[in-house]
């Protein structure tokens, strides 16, 4: 069953010669009687209705350059995808292999502790991506010219707008080094001058190279900076392409029948 990751994999150099890749993907959740996922531990406190694959034999690599977007309906695995290649996740079934540093924007504060600085939160995320204190410290002036936070740097991150969190963990990803951003629908929550941003910053991590892996449900912003799209559906992979072939093809049949 899916748990949180200390032992996920993530190699240097993916067989398949992408910067990301995943062979036979397979993710379980247990649910209980109100069909809500639950960890096993709590499986065992809680009586158990039933599981679920939230990703079923999923095989896709996502090459050096490439900016991709996941699309499909609520529950079809997109996030669940996005937290198995950051390592929130680990596999039940199949692997994984990464090369390079991952920076993931999977939720709105962006994993922030409200009582911490951003300075402080971003040293903490920084070392939590693997990153030497004494480094991540030495970056933490370009981390607050990167999220454009000026004085707010220094105050409390529980004193942020959402775009402010959002823009701290962006920066904290590139700063990071980050190979491989995955974006999780907060773009889409955001202002508009912040989708510009992530828009804007995809593009050059893809121009240098990288590789950005994004899931939403605004297809027109995601068009402006994903040229690939992959449809889930109930956690397997319907189609894999251009990005105006697929979301036409789901558009027309978005159930995925």
Request: with cysteine; hydrophobic share 45%; aromatic share 4%.
């Amino acid at each position: 069953m899916a748990h949180a990751a200390d032992t996920a994999l993530h190699l240097e150099t993916p067989s398949s010669g992408g910067l990301v890749a995943t062979r036979g993907l397979g993710v379980e959740f247990v649910r209980d009687r109100h069909q809500r996922p639950v960890t096993p531990a709590l499986a065992r406190l809680r009586r158990a209705r039933g599981r679920v694959w939230a990703l079923k034999d999923v095989d896709l690599t996502f090459l050096a350059g490439e900016a991709v977007a996941l699309i499909g309906r609520s529950g079809s695995g997109k996030t669940t995808l996005l937290r198995a290649i950051a390592g929130v996740v680990v596999p039940d079934a199949g692997e994984i292999e990464v090369r390079g540093r991952v920076g993931a924007l999977l939720s709105i504060d962006a994993g922030l502790m409200g009582l911490l600085s951003g300075r402080e939160n971003a040293e903490l995320m920084g070392v939590l991506a693997g990153i030497p204190r004494m480094t991540m410290r030495a970056r933490l002036d370009e981390v607050r010219d990167l999220a454009d936070l000026g004085d707010a740097f220094e105050r409390p991150a529980g004193t942020y707008s959402q775009g402010m969190r959002a823009r701290l963990g962006f920066a904290v990803g590139q700063a990071a080094g980050a190979s491989v951003i995955v974006l999780d629908e907060v773009h889409e929550a955001l202002d508009h001058e912040f989708r510009a941003l992530v828009a804007d910053r995809a593009r050059k991590l893809t121009e240098a190279g990288g590789v950005v892996i994004a899931a939403g449900h605004d297809h027109g912003l995601l068009e402006t900076f994903c040229d690939r799209a992959v449809h889930l559906e109930q956690g397997h992979v319907q189609a894999d392409g251009p990005f105006g072939e697929v979301v036409r093809a789901y558009r027309a049949h978005p159930s995925g029948d």
